[in-house]
């Protein structure tokens, strides 16, 4: 609500009136990483962290949007030649851009913009932000026409486009399909997804977020990407979606013991995903959390994507009782997501910033996140 009002009056103050808030989500991935480029599974939530919009169309042609967190104004057309130069205005430059490339309907409009997702914290802040626009898009300009997939994509195709990064669909489709109290699990080569229950009674999601950066994203990746890729291809299949241990370990001797590794953990962080999905019908939060475990191990010692800080918290948490914890993301930095029960939160927490910050230097920061809501009107214009 505190969010909200604060929207809430600053549109009234810089536009007179009032105008419908829209709301978006940032995104946890429980399970599944290093996953969607090699046709698996991934199974991300939306959380309770969110960006919010107020907007009203202002019969021009012209957008006028205010963003509170970064205190800064910008207006522009809705022409390609048009771009804003702030990089924030880029995210609803390219949502509008990407919505009328696809003959759908934009017109002007007035928007102030706030949120509670973390910066380039791993949440994707940036997926919440062009969810929330897309979505509003839809509702106020098209009828709601535009299907929901299609606004996820226009999501991913703006971070293509206007912002430079080259990103899957995961996070667009979390922010735009989450619901409260349910995980996704999306099938990266079919596009299928299935909604599975995500109550933790007893237990709590905590992230804890390292603060720390160690390599240029592309160069890694590609490389993962690149022995996957060679992987598959001795194997005759097309994406290791369709690989299994017995195959690999028929083609050992011909691959390199780096490659065999890396095929490795994605074979087996696949059938991860599905165990974690019979576990959370089962009710069964142990198994969800040795899972995470494993994940971790194989991201740290197969796939060589975790560092050193990393480690240090995932054994923190072991060490603490935590019933599960992971690398959550790419790697190389950011955060782990812990599963934890409730009862042991606030010592693990405690417990977390005072070793790490004896250790490092600097105490990491730390993210506690329920499951909810995507993509969402929060209230009409006359409110
Ligand atoms: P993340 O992992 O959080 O998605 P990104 O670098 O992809 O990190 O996106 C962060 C960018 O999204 C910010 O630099 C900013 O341009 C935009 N952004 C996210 N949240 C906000 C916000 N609350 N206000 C303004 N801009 C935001
Ligand atoms: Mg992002």
């Known amino acids: 609500m505190e969010l909200q009002n604060k929207i809430d009056s600053t549109f009234e103050a810089k536009f007179g009136g009032h ?39 202002n019969g021009t042609d012209k957008v006028r949007v205010y963003s509170i967190d970064i205190d800064d104004y ?5 022409t390609e030649a048009d771009a804003p130069g702030q990089s924030w205005a880029r995210y609803i430059f390219g949502v509008c851009r990407e919505i009328l490339k696809r003959g759908g309907k934009v017109e002007g409009f007035d928007a102030v913009f706030a949120g509670n997702v973390p910066l380039g914290a791993g949440l994707s802040s940036s997926a919440a932000l062009e969810s ?25 195709s703006t971070e293509h486009n206007y912002c430079g990064v080259n990103c899957g ?16 699990r999306l099938d990266c080569r079919s596009m299928e997804y299935e909604y599975f229950p995500f109550e933790p009674k007893g237990y709590s999601l905590v992230l804890v977020d390292s603060v720390v950066k160690h390599e240029l994203a592309d160069s890694p990746y590609n490389k993962r990407r690149a022995s ?16 299994t241990m017995e195959m690999l370990e028929a083609v050992k001797s011909d691959i390199s013991a780096e490659d065999y590794f890396r095929a490795k953990f994605v074979i087996e962080e696949k059938e991860r995903v599905l165990t974690v999905c019979d576990a959370l019908v089962a009710g069964d939060y142990a198994t969800v959390g040795r899972c995470m475990y494993e994940t971790h191990a194989g991201l740290s010692k197969d796939y060589e994507v975790s560092c050193e800080e990393l480690d240090y918290l995932n054994d923190l948490a072991k060490e603490c009782g935590v019933t599960g914890s992971r690398i959550m993301g790419g790697g190389f930095g950011g955060c782990t997501i812990n599963l934890v029960k409730d009862e042991l939160l606030a010592s693990f927490i405690e417990t977390a910033k005072a070793r790490f910050n004896e250790k490092y230097g600097h105490e990491p920061k730390i993210y506690e996140v329920i499951i909810s809501d995507g993509a969402r009107k929060i209230a009409e214009a006359a409110h």
């Open 169 to 184: 669909i995961m996070d667009q489709f979390a922010s735009v399909f989450g619901k409260k109290d349910h995980l996704m």
């Open 132 to 156: 929330c626009f897309a979505f509003a898009m839809n509702d106020m300009f098209n009828g709601n026409s535009i299907d929901k997939f299609e606004l996820a994509r226009i999501g991913q």
């Open 228 to 243: 996957c890729e060679r992987v598959a291809k001795r194997l005759g299949i097309e994406t290791l979606r369709d690989a």
């Open 19 to 57: 105008g419908t808030i829209y709301a978006s989500a940032g995104r946890i991935n429980l399970i599944g990483e290093h996953t969607d480029y090699n046709g698996g599974f991934v199974f991300p939530g939306a959380i309770d962290k969110v960006i919010m919009a107020e907007i009203r169309a």
């Open 74 to 78: 910008a207006e522009f057309g809705l």
